[in-house]
């Protein structure tokens, strides 16, 4: 009986060991490449993500879209791209399935709080002794600018280029420039820390964030889930709290 009884607990955790090998095996990672502008929104989108589908986690890299485009095209691993406009997308074509837009923004003027340089609109940006900042012309931001300044019929020289939108952000939150073009969710992360001169919609550009699943994703199944997700009414109701346009 003793014996017959050491067999069957002997039995009884081999089975448990199995079954702990199973959960293991289910769980997935997702590797995620995010425009940085997207920061906040992604954290609070993969943690709610990651609560109502057990077993996941989804793990996000930020950069300027360009640069995340360059390091997908240099062979570094990620199962889904989102990017802040569709060009940047476009020169991913061949590394992406199909992308579909989860949500729009537009730009404003990012300047310090209180606003001291009374700046009024986009023609103020041309005056020279502004210190402006703009994302580089390879980045969406910057092309964004580009297209808000040739709408407004102005030219303005910035005092420098950044690699991304929250770096533009940044500069005018130090004091180190006195208004940028960002987004307008920008604006709303940075809190206290910035206000903001709207530009009028004749002026204005729409921002488009398309995501796509990468062609060599180790988890295809996964990621195509994810961003089918994004655009679900718990996705969409996330992305619009953040001040994303999602309609």
Not at 104 to 115: C, E, F, K, R
Not at 172 to 183: F, N, Q, S
Not at 211 to 223: N, Y
Not at 226 to 232: D, G, I, K, M, P
Request: charged share 20%.
């Amino acid at each position: 009986m003793r014996r017959l009884a050491a067999c069957l607990a002997g039995l009884l955790l081999g089975l448990t060991s199995l079954a702990g090998c199973g959960d293991s095996s289910s769980s997935k990672t997702i590797t995620v490449f995010a425009a940085s502008s997207l920061t906040e929104v992604m954290a609070e989108l993969d943690t709610r993500y990651q609560q109502t589908h057990r077993g996941m986690t989804v793990r996000t890299s930020f950069g300027g879209s360009q640069d995340l485009v360059a390091q997908l095209k240099d062979g570094k691993p990620a199962d889904v791209l989102v990017t802040a406009d569709v060009q940047s997308m476009n020169e991913a074509r061949k590394l992406t399935g199909e992308s579909r837009t989860i949500a729009h923004n537009s730009m404003t003027i990012a300047v310090a709080p209180g606003n001291p340089k009374h700046i009024q609109g986009v023609a103020d940006l041309a005056d020279p002794r502004l210190r402006v900042v703009l994302g580089a012309p390879t980045t969406p931001s910057g092309r964004y600018a580009l297209q808000v300044f040739t709408k407004a019929g102005v030219t303005v020289v910035p005092k420098s280029e950044e690699i991304d939108v929250r770096s533009v952000l940044t500069r005018v939150r130090t004091g180190e420039a006195d208004a940028g073009i960002v987004y307008i969710t920008d604006i709303k992360s940075a809190g206290a820390a910035a206000s903001s001169v709207p530009i009028p919609a004749a002026q204005n550009v729409t921002a488009a964030y398309p995501a796509a699943v990468l062609e060599k994703s180790g988890h295809q199944d996964q990621a195509k889930t994810f961003v089918a997700w994004l655009t679900s009414a718990e996705g969409l109701a996330i992305l619009t709290k953040y001040g994303f346009i999602t309609h």
